[in-house]
């Protein structure tokens, strides 16, 4: 019986996988053994083993890992809070609303808040801080892409908190553990799948940023996607970009394998 | 369940009611219909009124999409399927494209107002005779700056930049060629130097300029020197024009060691359906009273010689975007260089960006 | 306990600011008479004016609003047979590479994307313009559809399906009535992000379209070369108001329906 509903799924699914998954992965692949003139070659690979794109891969994965970090410690307790609300799906759905407003917008207007004469410097002006250089620092580059994510990382874990009985909590509170062991011990590993999802829907995109790397971080930040637009667009050299994407693949691969089910 | 089916529903009938929309309005524009011309353009390039009086004129629809660097474009025009009419690429773009087989010849006897165009913009190395493009606007590369966050000096030279004062002042555009040829200029190098030599020697010299250089950055650079992020930019002229209109604390200067001169061209690529109609919208772009039009809607500078006539006179005698050649030191069209030494260009401005950490 | 509750609408409070200060800084700046999203110089209309004069924009408009909606539709149906179909799939080896390759769209760069999919669509002889825009959005939409649906998945208890089946349900029941109604939110979570992902995608779009089909976000990001004029601000607010419109009145309209009909109790 089981047998029978599993090819039921799969089929239709792996259609999909095969056409728009495999095919552009072999094509990728394919690629990526040619250099600029059209040569079958390992030299692809063998740049990419250079200081300069080692140091661009290790500081792609710390960004995305930042970034990752940065929007679990904003996105769980909204999320938490949320569920605790009146009206919890429609603060949910505002919430999400500012994501469907133009990117490119929204970091312009990043670009006018951040500012020397900006928003957020006459903020700091009147708390006494003063001007500060916002833009084009490791900060800004890290907040404004939290903010882009944080919509992906609210989602799952809110809908993992919904999950969660409450009566367990109450029993946790009633054995006499203190908020935090109730947190850590009870509410936390219940809603491992949720912030896993999130995990992954903000970790493996953050890989390959490019445009805000370029808008907020005035490319001090280079990351592999900066690289890769670089190499298909501008040089024409598919074959080196096609080269980073394969390892994009496997470090994704990796971090699926790691936060993968032990269940 | 009930809640999935009803949005489900609501989401396919909402997006059929859009796309009856869509159609409707499409047929109300003429979109749909045969005589049709495709026009694949940078985003707002063109004077709208432009298009609706070509329109009018010769009775084509103009379909108008938009692209937002050579790159893509190119790569979508190389891949096929698409139709375009006519694109507007930079020079270095069109050899590129000419060596591909992408553009198919001009016939200048369907352009009888080729002959306004001031003649020191034909026959230019990137497409001698003009036998595939027609220029559409041209500029220069140089330095907008804010005198008065940098204590009133005067900026003349690329060399000027390496002055230990000007601290994290200096925004860099987002292209290789541009930055190193940059330094190539500023080492008295010509901007097509394919010595590796000269080019290593640029590259080390760009790295003595990173604490200068506050960040490189795209369009949205004229936002930023509006908004005085920063003193200095290294810009295309027609983004200093814009500039400058909004903030006219800033100036602009072509540096005196050289620069680079640019061309936006008109083109027919080989996909080209319409190849008449084509011609007809060349022509009309040609004609000085819609050059003179289109140069004050977009603010660049146009090629086209009686044009200025039509222009007000403190534009056409702003000797920063339309110098005297004679003054100005060497200015030259980028040439290509190959795909392996445009990779090399890139490699290095990439070890540049990245030197900067 | 009382003090929590303030700490959390603080909080609340302080990160719905957060996200909505561009979004109101855009706002603000569609009124300004001078061009720019900086000094503002007077209020004035006129670029509202400007963009309901602009027949093409709307256009396009429509075109993004029906690829988002569709491809989110199709897109989330693919992914729950997705999710359904990882999650069957008994062995972890098997499951592991099928989460893998689910997830390559998500972490490839837009451009190589759109690359292979503009190959892809050009050996098969697809037309390039509304239905290779469609069938690309719901290609990469699917993906995080997966990521959104399978936890739920997860978290619901076999029991549950065992406990169906011995009261007599037959599969197709097992679906409707026990798998699908749990995982609803997760498919909601699937929607709403498949249609951002759509909303917001340029690159590929860019690469796979033509016959001058336009997206909104195709439309700007040509237009930044140029400096993107405040009618595109008056654009997105304009889109902004009316899906705050549409979201609180389809919220108040459910709620309304669902005390009507008495079905509402406590669900959890």
Not at chain 2, 108 to 126: A, D, E, T, V
Request: proline share 4%.
């Amino acid at each position: 019986m089981k047998n029978s509903v599993r090819n039921v799924y799969l089929l239709p699914y792996i259609i999909w996988i095969g056409l728009f998954v495999v095919a552009p992965i072999l094509l990728i692949l394919y690629y990526s053994f040619f250099d600029i003139d059209g040569n079958w070659t390992f030299a692809n690979y063998k740049t990419f083993f250079t200081p300069i794109y080692l140091k661009m891969a290790a500081s792609s994965v710390w960004y995305a890992f930042l970034i990752t970090f940065f929007s679990l410690l904003v996105a769980y307790p909204t999320a938490y809070f949320l569920t605790k609300t009146k009206h919890k799906q429609l603060w949910l759905l505002l919430m999400i609303l500012p994501t469907w407003v133009n990117l490119l917008l929204k970091v312009y207007a990043f670009l006018g808040i951040f500012g020397t004469y900006g928003l957020a410097n006459a903020i700091l002006e009147t708390i006494g801080i003063g001007t500060k250089q916002i833009l084009f620092t490791d900060f800004s580059f890290v907040f404004v892409s939290v903010y882009i994510f944080i919509p992906f990382m609210i989602l799952p874990i809110f809908n993992s908190l919904e999950e969660l009985n409450p009566t367990l909590i109450d029993a946790a509170r009633d054995l006499g553990a203190s908020a935090w062991t109730t947190f850590r011990r009870v509410v936390f590993p219940l809603t491992l799948d949720g912030v896993k999802a999130g995990c992954q829907a903000v970790f493996i995109p953050a890989l390959s940023l490019f445009m805000i790397t370029r808008l907020v971080a005035g490319n001090r930040v280079i990351t592999l996607g900066t690289a890769i637009e670089e190499h298909f667009l501008v040089t024409q050299n598919w074959g080196m970009g096609s080269t980073i994407a394969v390892f994009l693949i496997i470090a994704m691969a990796i971090v699926v394998i790691m936060t993968g089910n032990r269940k | 369940m009930r809640k999935l089916i009803s949005l489900f529903a609501a989401v396919f009938f909402a997006s059929f009611v859009l796309l009856y929309a869509s159609a409707l309005l499409n047929k109300t524009e003429g979109y749909s219909g045969k005589n049709t011309l495709t026009v694949y353009n940078w985003g707002d390039y063109i004077d709208p009124v432009l298009i609706k009086k070509f329109e009018k004129q010769t009775g084509i629809k103009v379909i108008y999409q938009t692209f937002d660097s050579n790159e893509a474009m190119m790569a979508k025009i190389a891949q096929g399927g698409t139709t375009f009419d006519v694109a507007v690429p930079s020079e270095y773009a069109i050899s590129k494209m000419k060596e591909e087989g992408l553009l198919i010849p001009l016939d200048h006897s369907k352009l009888p107002n080729l002959k306004y165009i001031n003649p020191r913009f034909l026959n230019l190395s990137f497409d001698p005779g003009n036998k595939y493009s027609v220029p559409y606007f041209w500029g220069t590369v140089g330095i907008v700056y804010n005198p008065e966050m940098i204590g009133g000096k005067k900026i003349t030279s690329w060399n000027d930049l390496w002055d230990k004062d000007l601290r994290n002042q200096i925004l860099l555009v987002d292209g290789a060629r541009e930055v190193i040829g940059m330094g190539l200029n500023s080492l008295h190098y010509s901007l097509n130097d394919t010595n590796k030599k000269h080019l290593q020697e640029a590259k080390e010299k760009l790295d003595r300029l990173t604490p200068n250089v506050k960040a490189i950055v795209g369009d949205e650079i004229k936002m930023l020197l509006v908004n005085e992020e920063a003193a200095i930019g290294v810009v295309w002229s027609g983004d200093a024009a814009e500039i400058i209109a909004e903030n006219d604390k800033l100036d602009y200067v072509v540096p005196k060691e050289g620069s680079n001169l640019w061309f936006d061209n008109m083109v027919i690529p080989k996909t080209a359906k319409n190849i008449e109609g084509a011609h007809q919208f060349i022509n009309f772009m040609l004609d000085p009273k819609n050059a003179a039009q289109n140069a004050e809607y977009v603010g660049y500078s146009t090629p086209n010689e009686k044009a200025l006539d039509y222009l007000p006179k403190e534009v056409t005698e702003d000797k920063r975007f339309y110098p005297d050649f004679e003054s100005v030191g060497n200015l030259e069209v980028y040439e290509n260089l190959g795909k392996r030494m445009l990779a090399y260009y890139n490699e290095l401005f990439l070890q540049f960006k990245m030197h900067r950490k | 306990m009382r003090s929590n509750k303030k700490w959390a609408t603080v909080y609340l409070v302080f990160v719905f600011l957060i996200l909505y200060t561009p979004i109101i800084y855009l706002i603000y700046y569609s009124f300004n008479s001078g061009g720019m999203m900086h000094d503002f110089q007077h209020f004035t209309l006129k670029w509202y004016q400007e963009v309901l004069h602009d027949t093409r924009l709307w256009i396009i408009v429509l075109n993004t609003l029906t690829i988002a909606l569709l491809s989110a539709a199709i897109s989330t149906i693919l992914g729950v047979i997705g999710a359904l179909a990882i999650y069957y799939v008994k062995k972890r080896h098997m499951k592991q590479l099928l989460l893998t390759l689910n997830n390559v769209l998500i972490v490839s760069p837009d451009v190589i994307i759109g690359a292979s999919f503009l190959i892809l669509f050009t050996i098969i002889g697809i037309q390039l313009g509304f239905t290779s825009v469609l069938l690309s959005h719901i290609a990469f939409s699917v993906p995080i559809v997966v990521l959104m649906v399978l936890p739920k998945l997860q978290e619901m208890s076999p029991t549950l399906i065992d406990a169906a089946r011995d009261l007599g349900a037959n599969q197709w029941d097992v679906l409707t009535k026990v798998i699908l109604p749990f995982i609803t939110p997760g498919i909601f979570a699937g929607f709403f992000m498949a249609l951002t992902y759509s909303l917001d995608d340029f690159a590929v779009t860019f690469f796979v379209t033509g016959n001058g089909f336009s997206t909104l976000s195709v439309e700007i990001y040509s237009r930044a070369r140029q400096g993107i004029s405040l009618s595109i601000n008056a654009l997105s607010t304009l889109l902004f108001l009316f899906t705050v419109v549409l979201v609180i009145g389809y919220y108040f309209i459910s709620q309304k329906s669902s005390t009507l009909y008495g079905m509402r109790g406590r669900r959890k």
